[in-house]
């Protein structure tokens, strides 16, 4: 089906919806550029219905699933070119290209301090300083963020590992300990790999910690401790930027709350390492 039949699809197809799909339909052309960002759960959520309705309604216009819909959603409202970062577009010059990457970039990070947590910041910080291992994981765009992570905490904690391999990562969980945690960075929250991991740390009762911007998604349900972070990344963006920057963001906020708590060895190691590393510079 053709990216831009979808509003034309609904408005056809309206009177023939259940009640409960017209609530759908109803929010959709209402707010038509918000609910190319949201998750099934919260657009099922806003709606007042179930996941399950919102997952029957996109098949009803023909999509295979909620994914599809709002690739198709994003499509009949994009522009010339994509939007990787909100209102590019084919006119502006480079300067004020910079100004609005840097005003998403900054928004990514004003909106993940406003959806911090202390209280989930502290407990995140009490699963890390108690752990014999933290495995540090995520995939695509998230896994660099685990790998910086992992970086970071080195610097101050000698037990931080990435693992970034998909396959190893369900290994490595199926023999977790219950003195063992993952820290999971997710954008979505929503992959299967993910699930399978918490699922299975849950089942060697391990700690697990997972970075998203949906805490209502199905990888939050098997975490101890959810952490939101900020930026609206619609389906064409394929994790931006921005969206790591909110999560590189909160990943400072939580080693620094780990580092608080045990500021003179945290120093002192953190002195190692530099001492450590000054013969690798020219």
């Known amino acids: 089906m053709p990216y831009g039949d979808v509003f034309t699809r609904i408005n056809r197809e309206y009177y023939q919806l259940t009640g409960a799909e017209r609530k759908i339909a109803d929010f959709i052309l209402q707010r038509q550029q918000d609910c190319q960002y949201m998750s099934i759960s919260e657009m099922a959520g806003v709606a007042g219905v179930a996941e399950a309705t919102v997952s029957r309604f996109c098949r009803r216009l023909g999509y295979k699933g909620y994914s599809a819909f709002k690739l198709a959603v994003a499509g009949a409202g994009s522009r010339e070119v994509s939007q990787l970062y909100g209102e590019i577009v084919m006119g502006d010059d480079v300067g004020e290209m910079c100004r609005k990457i840097c005003a998403a ?17 502290t407990a995140a910080a009490d699963l890390l ?63 299967r790999d993910l699930v399978d991991v918490m699922k299975l740390a849950r089942g060697r009762g391990a700690g697990t910690i997972l970075m998203t911007r949906f805490p209502k998604s199905p990888g939050a349900a098997w975490a101890d401790v959810v952490l939101e972070c900020g930026a609206q990344d619609g389906p064409y963006q394929l994790g931006s930027v921005a969206a790591r ?8 906020v939580l080693f620094n709350e780990v580092c608080r708590r045990d500021m003179e060895n945290c120093r002192e190691r953190r002195r190692l390492v530099a001492s450590a590393l000054v013969d690798k510079h020219l």
């Not at 970039?105 to 910041?121: E, G, H, K, R, Y």
Request: some cysteine; overall charge negative; glycine content about 6%.
């Open 129 to 191: 300083l108690g752990a014999e291992r933290v495995l540090c994981m995520g995939l695509g765009g998230s896994m660099l963020v685990a790998r910086e992570a992992a970086h970071l905490f080195s610097t101050a904690l000698p037990n931080f590992y990435a693992v970034d391999d998909s396959h190893f990562q369900v290994t490595r969980a199926a023999m977790l300990t219950p003195r063992d945690v993952i820290l999971y960075f997710s954008y979505s929250g929503s992959t």
């Open 245 to 252: 920057m909110g999560q590189l963001y909160l990943t400072d």
């Open 105 to 121: 970039d900054v928004d990514a990070v004003t909106q993940t301090l406003a959806l911090i947590d202390p209280a989930a910041i």
